[in-house]
């Protein structure tokens, strides 16, 4: 039972590349979200999906593009590296009810030189 | 705008207890949550408050008042392991979770 899967746990990126963050589910849920956690903040939504083919913008989205073609997959794509991407970045999932959780992914720690 | 308060660090003893607060100020609610995230590791799932009063879940407890913008969470018979950030998140009207700095609990010997 792997439950939410990101890849890769580590990067290290220069300014202006390009790079995708997977995240995977096992669990059939619908909802699936990206959020990024910086130092003494708040987590940030930044992307979230209610079901394949339905993505929607969060509270800080910009730089970053999201798809979800699969139930399973929720991949978060950064087209041009700035510095001020650098943070943890975690997926999320959950079934949609009421007083259900969301699960996380273990995180990917990204920084941008 | 939207508003999450919590202490930014507390310090406790193995084998007390420590009550942790969190108030908000959100467009709407729909219910809040407790998450645990050890340093290095993703959050976790503790505890959903969305009526008024006290869910209690073992050595854990959460508090909840929706008049007051108010919740804690209690933690009894302290571990060493229980040394953690406590994440507070509000739920608002666009079902949307607004979360919290986070409560870094440092628990000595």
């Known amino acids: 039972n792997a439950g939410v899967t990101q890849t890769p746990k580590f990067r290290i990126l220069k300014i202006g590349q390009s790079m995708t963050l997977q995240c995977a589910q096992d669990?059939?849920?619908?909802?699936m979200y990206w959020y990024r956690q910086d130092p003494g903040m708040g987590l940030k939504l930044i992307y979230y999906s209610v079901g394949a083919g339905i993505t929607d913008k969060g509270e800080v989205p910009n730089g970053y593009n999201v798809s979800r073609s699969t139930t399973e997959d929720f991949p978060l794509r950064l087209e041009l590296a700035a510095p001020s991407q650098t943070s943890v970045y975690f997926c999320?999932?959950?079934?949609?009810?009421?007083?259900?959780?969301?699960?996380f992914g273990d995180g990917t720690r990204l920084s941008i030189l | 705008g939207q508003n999450i308060d919590q202490p930014t660090e507390m310090t406790a003893t193995e084998g007390a207890i420590v009550q942790i607060n969190c108030t908000y100020q959100?467009?709407?609610?729909?219910?809040l949550f407790w998450y645990q995230q050890h340093a290095g590791e993703a959050p976790t799932f503790l505890s959903y408050?969305?009526l008024d009063g006290l869910e209690e879940k073992g050595r854990f407890s959460s508090f909840l008042s929706r008049s007051k913008g108010y919740s804690y969470l209690l933690l009894k018979e302290l571990q060493m392991k229980d040394s953690a950030s406590y994440l507070c998140a509000v739920r608002d009207s666009n079902y949307q979770l607004i979360w919290g700095a986070g409560t870094k609990l440092i628990i000595k010997p």
């Open positions: 959100t467009s709407g609610f729909n219910g």
């Open positions: 999320a999932s959950s079934s949609g009810g009421e007083s259900q959780p969301q699960h």
């Open positions: 408050n969305v």
């Open positions: 669990m059939n849920h619908n909802y």
